[in-house]
T-cell receptor
Framework: DVKVTQSSRYLVKRTGEKVFLECVQDMDHENMFWYRQDPGLGLRLIYFSYDVKMKEKGDIPEGYSVSREKKERFSLILESASTNQTSMYLC????????????FGSGTQLSVL | GESVGLHLPTLSVQEGDNSIINCAYSNSASDYFIWYKQESGKGPQFIIDIRSNMDKRQGQRVTVLLNKTVKHLSLQIAATQPGDSAVYFCAESRGGGGNKLTFGTGTQLKVEL
């Protein structure tokens, strides 16, 4: 089975801190994604990547950046965390085939105080 | 604007009954649809998917129906069990590369004993 692992289950940070959320997948998938999940808003796409060193903005990229130096790892970076970035962050991966399902990690609940 | 949404935020059913969760989409160019189940504290898990060239697909105890005429998607769960209690999300692929999915806001399914 595909495994998508997010490094932290819970994270508490202070306003202005630089925050790194790490995600690793073990199925050699080309595509990786970062979503945030908020009550009543569902999952919203922040950034995604088709390949190593490649990234594209999703629907809500403001305040975030990403890094994909290796195929299996996709990092989400909050340059200066703010309280409105308190959320559940979900990483996902999929193969390079068209219209294939995403496999999700368990999520990181980030609280910015 | 384009949207993927659910008709009901909460659905309560008796154990053993059938459940029907509905989803509306507005982009006629969407060609791939998928249902996810998310249990408390976990990431979304794939349930079933359907491509736009089909109108019905069955899995184990689940059936997805696609009505392209009215842009409607439904998930039917047969003989609902307590373990089916979760939030259910529909998602659509709006084409383009990378399998970028757009998610609805979710329906909470509660199974009453």
């Amino acid at each position: 089975d595909v495994k998508v692992t997010q490094s932290s289950r819970y994270l508490v940070k202070r306003t202005g801190e630089k925050v790194f959320l790490e995600c690793v997948q073990d199925m050699d998938h080309e595509n990786m994604f970062w979503y945030r999940q908020d009550p009543g808003l569902g999952l919203r796409l922040i950034y995604f990547s088709y390949d190593v060193k490649m990234k594209e903005k999703g629907d809500i990229p403001e305040g975030y950046s990403v890094s994909r130096e290796k195929k299996e790892r996709f990092s989400l970076i909050l340059e200066s965390a703010s309280t409105n970035q308190t959320s559940m962050y979900l990483c996902a991966s999929s193969s390079g085939q068209a219209n294939e399902k995403l496999f999700f990690g368990s999520g990181t609940q980030l609280s910015v105080l | 604007g384009e949207s993927v949404g659910l008709h009901l935020p909460t659905l309560s059913v008796q154990e053993g009954d059938n459940s029907i969760i509905n989803c509306a989409y507005s982009n006629s160019a969407s060609d791939y649809f998928i249902w996810y189940k998310q249990e408390s504290g976990k990431g979304p898990q794939f349930i079933i998917d359907i491509r736009s060239n089909m109108d019905k697909r069955q899995g184990q105890r689940v059936t997805v129906l696609l009505n392209k005429t009215v842009k409607h998607l439904s998930l039917q769960i047969a003989a609902t069990q307590p373990g089916d209690s979760a939030v259910y999300f529909c998602a659509e692929s709006r084409g383009g590369g990378g399998n970028k999915l757009t998610f609805g806001t979710g329906t909470q399914l509660k199974v009453e004993l």
